[in-house]
């Protein structure tokens, strides 16, 4: 499968990855109908054949087909569409992304603030340091599991350890959402643009720029989130298409 030309939320053109390419050919397809809510999906292998692909690939593709709404995995039986349209409130884990959303904005945001007054030098070691590694890190899997981290290092921060705990208990969903985003939303430079500033604010111990910058990362989350799950322009499947409906 070849890769094409897709955009950030910003706008910007990026290059999309193979289980991107994958997961837009099915999403596609189950909006075009060509597997209609009810059918099963071709197996794992079968698919894998007709794409071109790996089978983790594959798979990185069916759980974001998943977490979209439009397929349910039954195990021992196979992948099932369920949708004809993505859901506009994903699922990431045990919540919803607007659920997700709501609760970061009435913790996550605040936070920010506590921690600009609150925090301590070795704080600031801390979050400098995972923020230097996250910039030069590629890997999506390992570039995930440092972005909680540092969300949990500003709440750390805040010395209440509540607010950690709040976000302890959303961490795994966390941790899906930060994939699924930079997966399909190219949103790792981004982020790590926002989490600078969020550590900026921190140094210069300015409550409201933390709060705006905190308040500004999730925006643009909430903005990549809709992009990428509003509903596809229907366009009429291609020779490719045809060969591997």
């Known amino acids: 499968m070849n890769l094409s030309d897709s955009q950030t939320a910003g706008g910007t053109p990026r290059r999309i990855s193979a289980m991107e390419a994958v997961l837009h050919h099915l999403r596609d397809a189950i909006e075009r109908g060509d597997f209609a809510v009810g059918d099963k999906l071709p197996s794992e292998a079968e698919l894998c054949r007709r794409l071109e692909v790996s089978r983790p690939v594959l798979r990185e593709a069916l759980r974001a087909l998943q977490t979209m709404g439009l397929t349910v995995s039954r195990t021992g039986k196979g992948t099932f569409v369920v949708s004809d349209g993505a859901a506009a409130d994903p699922t990431f884990g045990d919540y ?3 659920d997700l959303l709501e609760v970061r904005r009435h ?54 350890p509540v607010f950690r705990r709040v ?37 210069d111990s300015s409550e409201q720029d933390a709060v705006d910058a905190m308040a500004h990362h999730l925006v643009r989350v909430e903005t990549t989130l809709t992009t990428i799950v509003r509903p596809q322009h229907r366009t009429a499947p291609s020779t490719e298409d045809e060969d591997h409906a």
């Open 107 to 160: 913790v996550e945001i605040p936070v920010a603030g506590y921690a600009a007054v609150r925090r301590t030098p070795e704080d600031l070691d801390h979050l400098t340091h995972l923020l230097e590694r996250m910039e030069q890190e590629t890997d999506t899997t390992a570039w995930v599991a440092m972005d909680t981290m540092f969300h949990l290092a500003v709440a750390q921060a805040a010395r209440n």
């Open 96 to 98: 919803t992304a607007s």
């Open 167 to 203: 976000i302890e208990e959303i961490r795994d969903a966390l941790a899906r959402q930060s994939a699924f985003l930079n997966e399909l939303g190219g949103r790792r430079e981004q982020s790590n643009r926002e989490h600078r500033a969020i550590v900026e604010a921190l140094v």
